[in-house]
């Protein structure tokens, strides 16, 4: 078993490098709980496996796979894409796997943070959450990187970091009651510090409209580099998503990052609004303990949740009306990746995206 540290990573002399550094590869989760996924997940199923197959074309891919599922997923999934039977309660690797340091001499060690599904009991999606709060251990045990468990929930997705000590989250996600509710914001920015290396965060309020994490960051905005942020834009004053981003936008002009620098802020077209059909909600089963899908439910469609791969982004595809003007924004904005749009409405009825789904494993040996 990998070693688990007492000790803090930016004690350590590690960081938390940005998506955009080399990566080793890639880690994802397999869907198949029908009570998110509908159609016993085969929908999903194949939208995972063509953002799988879109990322192993750049860097190696690695799906976590249940016993039950592991033939299904090995015929679905291209030959390069290694599988490894790990059980879990649900697919979001972004969300359950390790957030990687890395230090100077290269080396790899990874966070695990507590998980609840965000948010427990209180407005989390599903119990039980014990597989899922194993996910960390399980990669970095694998990949023999020790270990640093934190004793503070939180999700990937909820933060972003540039890779030069500024960190991106909001607040309706990282002081909501329903994760760490101990902590102040002055504490939660202290772990983040200790645990990322991080020098600075910035704070955006309310994450997309609908998000059912408690507004994940990855959803609204990202670092495209340092120094430039892409954010979810709505230019009706009528849409609830509309307050959301202008005061995104308010608060990141008005920021400096931890270099001191002002931020440059390009904003992205939104999808839709998007709903739910009656007949996606119909083919989700109902479980005690899950969260209840309805027809007609805003779905929280974002074309910030896309993933950067050696060389590549993987953008979700959601509506034809948008698509286009989005792929031609982050083209201009990543002039040395290859775009790739993956169809992603499958993946956002479960609640998420690309970036949700995937998780960076930075270059680096473990130790
Ligand atoms: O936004 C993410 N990082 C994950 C979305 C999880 C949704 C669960 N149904």
């Not at 790990?86 to 998980?115: E, I, M, Q, Y």
């Not at 760490?180 to 510090?193: F, T, V």
């Not at 290859?338 to 949700?356: D, Y």
Request: charged share 25%; proline share 7%; with cysteine.
């Amino acid at each position: 078993m990998a070693s688990t540290l007492t000790t803090l990573p930016r004690d350590d002399g590690f960081r938390m490098p940005a998506e955009w550094e080399p990566h080793a590869g890639t880690w994802m989760i397999w869907p198949e709980r029908p009570d998110n996924w509908r159609l016993g997940a085969k929908p999903a199923q194949q939208a995972f496996a063509a953002v799988a197959a879109a990322i192993a074309e750049a860097e190696p891919v690695t799906m976590l796979v249940s016993a039950g599922q592991w033939e299904n997923a090995r015929q679905r999934l291209p030959a390069a894409v290694r599988l490894i039977e790990a059980s879990t309660n649900d697919a979001w690797c972004r969300d359950t796997g390790p957030s990687f340091v890395t230090d100077a001499d290269g080396r790899l060690r990874g966070n695990d943070w507590r998980f609840n599904a965000w948010g427990g009991f209180d407005g989390g999606l599903y119990a039980p959450w014990d597989q899922d709060d194993r996910v960390a251990a399980k990669i970095l045990d694998a990949e023999r990187a020790p270990r640093y468990r934190a004793p503070f929930i939180l999700e990937g997705g909820a933060i972003h970091i540039d890779g030069e000590g500024t960190l991106l989250t909001t607040e309706e996600c990282l002081l909501n009651p329903n994760r760490n509710p101990g902590l102040s914001r002055a504490e939660i920015e202290a772990e983040l510090r200790a645990r990322l290396g991080i020098e600075k965060t910035i704070w955006l309020g309310a994450g997309l409209f609908n998000d059912e994490t408690d507004g994940h960051i990855d959803n609204l905005a990202c670092f495209v580099r340092p120094g430039v942020v892409a954010l979810t834009w709505c230019d009706d004053p009528d849409d609830p998503q509309y307050a959301i981003s202008h005061d995104a936008h308010r608060r990141l002009s008005a920021a400096t990052d931890a270099r001191g620098r002002t931020l440059e802020i390009v904003k992205l077209p939104m999808p839709g609004p998007l709903f739910m059909t009656d007949e996606e909600a119909s083919g989700i089963d109902a479980t005690e303990g899950s969260a209840v899908r309805l027809g007609g439910a805003r779905l929280a469609a974002s074309y910030a949740n896309y993933y950067i791969a050696n060389g590549l982004v993987v953008m979700p595809l959601l509506d034809p009306r948008t698509d286009r003007q989005a792929i031609e924004i982050l083209s201009a904005l990543h002039p040395d990746r290859r775009v790739v749009g993956v169809a992603a409405r499958e993946i956002l009825l479960g609640g998420g995206n690309i970036h949700c789904i995937t998780q960076q494993q930075p270059a680096g040996r473990p130790g």
